[in-house]
């Protein structure tokens, strides 16, 4: 399975376009971009998935380059509803629902 | 529709004591797995269970176990617990089964089953 690299912890502020990179450098040729928020004493919650250039939803937008060694969460305009744990997986569909997940990023929306 | 519901919400066991806990997927999903999440270790996958088989299983003690009923409702158990169990089991569903090389499912979670051993 792909390793995954975020920066730990983020700050933001409110009307700010947020952006989170992952880096996956052994990102496998089949492997997928999963993108999952968590809020506290919650289970993760599916934001966006891709596999190239750039894929665009109601809540997000995802870039991916390329060479697809990494992939760019967008966040239009945060809220301080936003601040969450946003967590980047790799991955293909023959792993079922085995996720891994990394330490994801913390991220703070503040007023 | 029903988002996938967990109980009981919270629960307190002591050392040596067992725990099942319980998971109801969403109508019409028939894959649900289960992860364990700590502070220290994050969040862990356990196990997971379509049409009743288990298909795949995380690293985890075989004090730790499950299991589906053929309405895809799933259980966890944890016997003998130790301290290091403190942690949000969390259950998550999909339509499944998850083969070959398109894209992951998209899972839906619940929120959890905070467990404390004393």
């Known amino acids: 399975l792909a390793k995954t690299t975020q920066p730990i912890s983020m700050d933001s502020y409110e009307g700010q376009e947020v952006n989170i990179t992952c880096s996956h450098n052994?990102?496998?040729?089949?492997?997928?971009i999963t993108w999952y928020q968590q809020f506290p004493s919650q289970g993760p919650r599916f934001i966006i998935q891709?596999?190239?250039t750039k894929v665009t939803n109601e809540v997000a937008s995802l870039f991916i380059p390329a060479d697809r060694k990494s992939s760019t969460l967008s966040l239009p305009r945060v809220s301080l509803s936003d601040t969450a744990v946003y967590y980047c997986?790799?991955?293909?569909?023959?792993?079922?629902?085995?996720?891994?997940f990394g330490g994801g990023t913390r991220l703070m929306v503040k007023p | 529709k029903a988002g996938v519901t967990q109980t009981p919400r919270y629960l307190i066991k002591t050392r040596g004591q067992q725990v099942t806990l319980s998971c109801s997927p969403i109508?019409?999903?028939?894959?649900v797995s289960w992860y364990q999440q700590t502070p220290g270790q994050g969040l862990q996958f356990l196990f997971e269970?379509?049409?009743?088989?288990?298909?795949n299983k995380g690293n985890f003690p075989g004090r730790f176990s499950g299991r589906q009923f053929s309405n895809s409702r799933s259980e966890m158990n944890v016997s003998t617990l130790e301290l290091g169990d403190s942690a949000l089991y969390l259950c998550?569903?999909?339509?499944?089964?998850?083969?070959?090389?398109?894209?992951?499912?998209?899972?839906?979670f619940g929120s959890g089953t905070q467990l404390s051993v004393l």
């Open positions: 109508s019409g999903h028939r894959s």
């Open positions: 997986l790799v991955g293909v569909n023959n792993a079922g629902n085995m996720l891994t």
């Open positions: 052994n990102i496998a040729t089949n492997d997928y």
């Open positions: 891709g596999y190239k």
């Open positions: 998550a569903s999909s339509r499944g089964p998850g083969q070959g090389f398109g894209a992951p499912e998209k899972l839906f």
């Open positions: 269970y379509f049409s009743e088989t288990q298909r």
